[in-house]
């Protein structure tokens, strides 16, 4: 059973910077973010896995994934952050390829307990 623990979110105004941090207890295949704001769904931020790496739109140039697999790790640098970005933000990772969304996730994936990002205007 895998194990992530995430690290690294905090309060910042529109235009900081964050890094997140998700280390795992594993090896992963494909590892990413997702996040969740108060009432709303819980959508994929970025993913990547050894062949392909992907941003939602509203994030792409502002965010970027990174991961040491050497150490089981993956990083989410999020640059000139918005309001909008605040939410609860989850690592998530699968220990096998195919589709790495939140159906997927929730039925043969691991997640983390989430950390807490909070952009003020």
């Known amino acids: 059973q895998m194990q992530l623990v995430e690290s690294g979110g905090g309060s910042v105004q529109a235009g900081g910077s964050l890094r997140l941090t998700c280390v795992a207890s594993?090896?992963?295949?494909?590892v990413g973010w997702f996040r969740q704001a108060p009432g709303k769904a819980r959508d994929r931020v970025a993913v990547?896995?050894?062949?392909?790496?992907d941003y939602a739109d509203s994030v792409k140039g502002r965010f970027t994934i990174s991961q040491d697999r050497a150490k089981y790790t993956v990083y989410l640098q999020m640059n000139n952050l918005k309001p909008e970005d605040t939410g609860t933000y989850y690592c998530?990772?699968?220990?096998?390829?195919?589709?790495?969304?939140?159906?997927?996730?929730?039925?043969?994936?691991?997640w983390g307990q989430g950390t807490q990002v909070t952009v003020s205007s």
């Open positions: 998530a990772a699968r220990d096998s390829g195919g589709a790495f969304d939140l159906q997927n996730i929730m039925h043969s994936g691991y």
């Open positions: 594993q090896y992963f295949y494909s």
């Open positions: 990547t896995d050894p062949f392909t790496t």
